[in-house]
């Protein structure tokens, strides 16, 4: 223990704790609730500045109530329980406006034990992003399990009649129905391979493996390959405007980051396609835009949410083909954005830097 030291170490800067320097907030008071101190933290958190609140109490200034509206302060009682208490455990509690925090106190007795309350401290610190969270979490979960049962539904269904009557069907449509359990199957396939991506990108364990990729030449692979499976020639144009430097992406997710969007302009959006790409200061611009009604500019942040398919939802897709777009755009450095394109359409368009090779 340093306790009152005065040696020169222990007076230099490394042991001097500025308040205003905790990452929570730090609101201290007299037994009887009247504020003495704010930190920074606490007035971030709460928007009141320390000379706003000294000398008055803590229940007029910050006036925390818990989720059933129950006085904190009152709760605390300084005046009243046992002698020996001195602390308060974390509590998630309200502010008037409506902002979640949890928060912590401590009684500062004088004697240490069993004397009389001669101050109280208090902790807080933002409860609304982990409750965001923890909500968000719950809709998942949900959400997931009603995708999950659509397509398992049929495949019950189609499996047990063809089991049970398999001689009262012809082959035709026997054939059907394994069809239908097939894409079934698949879509079940592609929704955990998503939810898997899902699950990379929020815990942050999502790996770039950086080599040379052409940009044009994946846009193109992807046009021919949609154009081999029946799409007409002229729904997709390419334009390369100016010289692009030389990009080192993550080949795989930049074909699924293109894919994603080409697909979203075909099932979502009309006509022609045309994708831009382009340099910018610090790497390439790539744009995919349609000629369909576009994304009204108040839905632009919404789109990129998960599960979020506006009145898409019987167009069979499940809402995670943008989050994951964006992710993956992230996890390169980059960033994407809406727009309405210079056609109406939708135009999504994202920017990568240049990058460098993994272990240069
Ligand atoms: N080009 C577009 N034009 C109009 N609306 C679009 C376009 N692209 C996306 N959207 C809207 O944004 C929603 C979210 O797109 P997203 O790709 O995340 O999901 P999805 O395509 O419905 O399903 P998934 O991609 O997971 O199969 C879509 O459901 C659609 O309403
Ligand atoms: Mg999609």
Redesign the pocket.
């Known amino acids: 223990m340093h306790g009152e030291h005065t040696d020169e170490r222990s007076a230099d800067s490394a042991c001097v704790i500025d308040v205003d320097d905790l990452p929570d907030g730090l609101v201290v008071t007299d037994r009887d609730g009247h504020v003495l101190s704010v930190n920074r933290a606490a007035t971030r958190l709460t928007g009141i500045a320390g000379d706003q609140a000294v000398g008055r109490h803590v229940r007029d200034v910050f006036s925390f109530r818990d989720h059933d509206g129950r006085d904190w302060w009152k709760w605390l009682d300084t005046y009243g329980g046992l002698s020996t208490r001195t602390r308060q455990p974390e509590l998630p509690l309200r502010t008037p406006g409506g902002q979640e925090m949890h928060v912590a106190a401590r009684l500062v007795r004088r004697p240490e034990r069993g004397g009389e309350i001669v101050r109280v401290v208090i902790t807080m610190r933002d409860a609304g992003a982990r409750a965001r969270i923890e909500r968000s979490r719950a809709d998942l979960v949900s959400t997931v399990a009603h995708e999950l049962r659509s397509p398992l539904t049929s495949v019950k269904g189609f499996t047990a009649t063809l089991l049970a009557k398999w001689t009262r069907f012809t082959d035709d449509q026997k054939l059907v129905m394994l069809e239908t359990v097939n894409a079934d199957a698949d879509r079940v396939t592609r929704l955990i391979t998503?939810l898997l991506d899902v699950s990379r990108i929020e815990s942050g364990r999502l790996e770039i493996h950086r080599q040379v990729v052409d940009i044009p030449a994946r846009v193109q692979k992807i046009i021919d390959g949609r154009v081999a499976a029946g799409e007409p020639e002229g729904r997709f144009l390419l334009r390369v405007l100016g010289e692009l430097p030389e990009t080192w992406l993550d080949q795989d997710k930049i074909d699924q980051v293109l894919a994603?969007l080409m697909e979203?302009?075909v099932?979502?959006?009309r006509g022609t396609v045309t994708i831009v790409v382009e340099p910018n200061q610090w790497g390439v611009t790539v744009s995919v835009r349609?000629q369909?009604?576009?994304?009204p500019p108040e839905l632009a942040t919404r789109?990129f949410r998960q599960f979020?398919?506006?009145?898409?939802r019987r167009?069979g897709?499940?809402?995670?083909?943008?989050?994951i777009v964006k992710g993956l755009i992230e996890a390169h450095g980059g960033s994407i954005s809406v727009q309405r394109g210079p056609e109406g359409?939708?135009e999504f368009r994202f920017m990568v830097p240049t990058g460098t090779p993994d272990f240069a």
């Open positions: 998503e994603n979203n302009a099932r979502h959006g349609d369909g009604e576009g994304i789109v979020w398919r506006g009145n898409a167009r897709g499940t809402g995670l083909g943008l989050f359409g939708a």
